[in-house]
């Protein structure tokens, strides 16, 4: 079975730290995302990342950055969090690119920022 | 740019009846993929069904299947004889064929009364 875990299921933090979010996948996939999920908004993509070190912004990527050093591992960053960026963020990672391949979703980190 | 809109916020339905979940999508593409996803409370999304838009036949997955309209842009779940483990957040998602991201609806939360 495909696997993927994110560090924190809750995280509490104040505005202007410096927030790490991280996201493990265990079967190889290439691809791997960032998703943020807000009621009757659906899911929005935040980043993408199709290789290690190589990535690309999704619809929403103001206020956030990312980081894939090794294949198995990305990052999400909060430089200065906002308390607008108070969200369910979801990790996802697939196999391929395009076509019918699966996305596979981590359990989520429900971030709140006061 | 591909919009995903799920025009139901909340359905409900009697344990072992049938419900239909809408979904209508906007593209100019002529070849991409639809998926339902199923998010339980406090569980990991799973993908419940997908549908190849070039594919005629409507996907069917056990009690799960797709009324797929692609002159209408309509991309329709039905559950059928519902269970209590049903109960969840259900998101339509479009992608296409050469692309890595799913653009998603702004889900249906479903109830399953007993």
């Known amino acids: 079975d495909v696997k993927v875990t994110q560090s924190s299921r809750y995280l509490v933090k104040r505005t202007g730290e410096k927030v790490f979010l991280e996201c493990v996948q265990d079967m190889d996939h290439e691809n791997m995302f960032w998703y943020r999920q807000d009621p009757g908004l659906g899911l929005r993509l935040i980043y993408f990342s199709y290789d290690v070190k190589m990535k690309e912004k999704g619809d929403i990527p103001e206020g956030y950055s990312v980081s894939r050093e090794k294949k198995e591992r990305f990052s999400l960053i909060l430089e200065s969090a906002s308390t607008n960026q108070t969200s369910m963020y979801l990790c996802?990672?697939?196999w391929g690119s395009g076509g019918a391949y699966e996305q596979y979703f981590g359990p989520g980190t429900r971030l709140t920022v006061t | 740019a591909q919009t995903v809109t799920q025009s139901q916020p909340e359905m409900s339905v009697q344990e072992a009846e049938t419900v239909t979940l809408s979904c209508t999508y906007d593209t100019s593409e002529s070849d991409y993929y639809l998926f339902w996803y199923k998010q339980p409370p406090s569980r990991q999304m799973i993908l419940v069904i997908r549908q190849e838009a070039y594919k005629q036949q409507n996907a069917t997955e056990n009690r799960f299947s797709v009324n797929f309209q692609k002159a209408a842009k309509s991309f329709s779940l039905k559950i059928s004889d519902s269970q209590l483990g049903d109960a969840a957040m259900y998101f339509c998602?479009?992608?296409?064929?050469?692309?890595?991201?799913?653009?998603f609806g702004g889900g249906t939360r479903l109830m399953v009364k007993p």
């Open positions: 996802a990672s697939s």
């Open positions: 998602a479009y992608r296409r064929n050469a692309g890595n991201m799913l653009t």
